[in-house]
């Protein structure tokens, strides 16, 4: 029946590991990657407004700021902005830089979170493209009329061209830029093909009962288990409790070590 | 009756910002301070090891790191380990580098994290300090034997001494450093604060069943007011939802703008 | 004779240990302890403006811009102002910036860069902190008129407060910041002390004729020794030139591996 | 003749523009770029050698360590060494990591960096590549031997296999990485353009007798006139010395306004 789960399902999505890691981690290096494939830009000097501050916001605007960019955040949530103030960013609304910034990235989760209003306003040259979830935080239909000129100027690159001969840069017609214009990385992959493959494992072997038709998050235990499958290609050496101190944290020596909400 | 509350409590130290910014953003900044006045040491070249990579941990290894030490992390649970990893920072255990480290800082909230023999095979004029959450986590009892000499150098500073004229530099006699040898800046007390102050108010206006004798995470929507209280501080200018982007994303648009877990 | 040298001198200023040590590297943390212990102030989202983008700026520019400080630099020099762009600061006049900024910071070398007029425009609380030459770059003595009240508010830290209410936190009076309100580290004094003492030492040992009655910078294989005689505090370990790659190099395989222009 | 310059020359090589944006600023940017376009490598967590800490290593460390590398340096020049220190980063014999490290770059100048020895000892899959002046870093001639396997996996991407099945991945053959595997920004053609076209409309105009058959630096004034021209793109505004400025410096108020040798 529409919208009723017929099995139990696990919200690996959710997982911390993956989170970080498709997010966070990921996300810091296919911006830089992302941008230089298809406009070899650089990045030192160049003024950006990052729309959303969430963990794929705070990824690319970690790396564009260590590579000499002058980064603002657009944020409707006041606890995203304040760590964005923490972290050295100024918090604006997009209106108030919208024409003198050289790229503009949505990571929101939103639709049209820039518009043809916000798009009319940029300045020559200026770079768009999108990192959040879907091609609608770029409003890219309202750019398919007669007075502006789209030019394909190589793979996934175009120029839409205003009728005064201003263009605007705008990559993967709005779709993610990662996904599109990026490669993603083995060790990204490995970590969430082993999140999916572990939920499947525990839902196949849960004695009936355990999992309803219902939706799951990932047990913090396996969660733990994916990252510290992944130790080793580090070298890392993790640290074991002491019977003594295990007791002490009221903890098992195995883990897991956190709260489930623990991010 | 002895451990059952007779009243309704709200846990607000595990609220979103009070997180944050006592721990993360606030101890970024005592670290460095609480080192500063206590031994006057230049942080460019030191070798620095940090027990436990949660919060404060993460918070005195980007200040360390950032003005030029070279800092080596010790963690029990993997998945801090790997986000170590990602950041940066070699995962090793305590006995792999102590002999080498410069400074050793514990943030773990365990006992005994550094033991005495830790202290034995210390290099002289290592510095201990403690930024985790009590005074356990250094085993500063073991270093009360009569074969070592205690000279306390200035207020907060003591050198113990070993036979052989080696000396560790111990800081606070491993109370927290941040309490003891750093001042907390006015905006994270004000942070603190705010949170409790409408934690009471939410408790005493609340209509009667809403809490019962129970523990309680302060509402998320409480949590994200406390963050826009502080953003004008910074000047920053928050985005409004427009109705059709509400709707979409499914959000009253004055909040709350994330799941309650979301940190 | 009245400004004619009588002896041989060796401009220890100049060379790159002292310059480096002495401002790039001592300033990146001496900027943050005198802040800190004068101010208690968290740098975490506050606007700051650094006048100059020598050296000492941009020890002071790193150190704040990596605790979450958002900086503007003001600049004469377009090297350094482009130099200042690539680093990921606006380049603006001090004009643009003063009534919104919360630190000013003068690292100049000039006279007057902050005047009574720019102080006038500061925002209530506003720090004001010189780390260039001498107590000429901002000019307190305008600050010594009848309409202004000072308020000793602790050691090294006076209120200037305008007749409105306004107050500016001025900093040793004026004075160098990091002379006053900070330590030097022993490892900085070492280098420059050892700089000192090898100058000295070439001036006596060297043949008759070698030095005139001039100034000389030291020679470049000495600055050379003096950084390695600190090399083994870090365990750090130099690689030595094989005879082949010294003879394709052109150079002696003990140095001196650079021209004496080399920063 | 033979080594003999038949017309005045000039050596925009060695004006600061040139210098610090063809070599500090532009491969902070192309280090990343040339490896993720060859290889999609993963940055974070990874383990790196990279021998030489001139401009050229400067910027490839600052970009990798910013990313999340873990990165040691080998040098032969104790000033460039000790700034390794104060940066943060391991100072260290190449022999001491070379079977740990997952991505070995030199940029020395030098020849034979990294030996046939050294390439044995590398473990699998690590990278190999040369930012440094030309193909002469890495000793490639050593891999062309009967046992070794050479399997080109894409363009400028080889595989090198040793008979225990062991892989290194040689990019461009050890040639320019920046120049083979990634693009120039054109923001930085257009300085080294201008410092170029400069340069001979200097020569062209100067009256007789200014310049000799002999090699010229770039006068100052000229060096900071390419950094002004450049100055609008980042919408950068400098400050202008009052005459009362200029005469306590001693400075004419359109520049020079650093000594030649300034870096």
Chains 1, 2, 3, 4 share one sequence.
């Not at 903890?251 to 623990?262: D, I, S, V, W």
Request: aromatic share 6%; charged share 20%; proline share 4%.
């Amino acid at each position: 029946m529409a919208g009723k789960l017929c099995v139990p399902a696990m919200n690996v999505n959710d997982s911390v590991t993956k989170q970080k890691f498709d997010n966070l981690y990921c996300c810091r290096e296919s911006i830089l990657d992302g941008l230089k494939r298809t406009t070899d830009v650089m990045f030192g000097g160049k003024q950006v407004v990052v729309c959303g501050y969430g963990e794929v916001g705070k990824g690319c605007c970690a790396a564009l700021k260590a590579l000499g960019a002058i980064v603002y955040i657009t944020e409707i949530d006041p606890i995203c902005a304040l760590q964005a103030c923490m972290d050295g960013f100024r918090v604006v609304k997009l209106n108030e830089v919208i024409r003198q910034v050289d790229v503009v990235i949505t990571c929101t989760g939103n639709k049209n979170v820039v518009t043809r209003e916000h798009l009319d306003r940029m300045k020559n040259s200026c770079i768009v493209c999108n990192m959040g979830h879907s091609n609608t935080e770029i409003d890219v239909t309202s750019l398919r009329t007669p007075e502006l000129t789209w030019e394909r100027v190589r793979s996934q690159v175009d120029h839409v061209i205003w009728p005064d001969g201003k263009r605007v840069v705008l990559l993967a017609e709005g779709r993610l830029l990662n996904l599109s214009c990026s490669t993603v990385p083995t060790f990204v992959l490995s970590i969430t093909a082993t999140t999916q493959a572990l939920a499947l494992i525990e839902l196949y072997n849960a004695p009936e009962g355990r999992y309803k038709q219902d939706v799951y998050l990932l047990p913090k235990k396996m969660d733990e288990y994916v990252a510290s499958l992944h130790l080793p290609s580090f070298d890392a050496h993790l640290t074991e409790l002491t019977d003594d101190q295990a007791k002490y944290l009221g903890l098992n020596k195995n883990g897991p070590f956190k709260p489930n909400y623990y991010r």
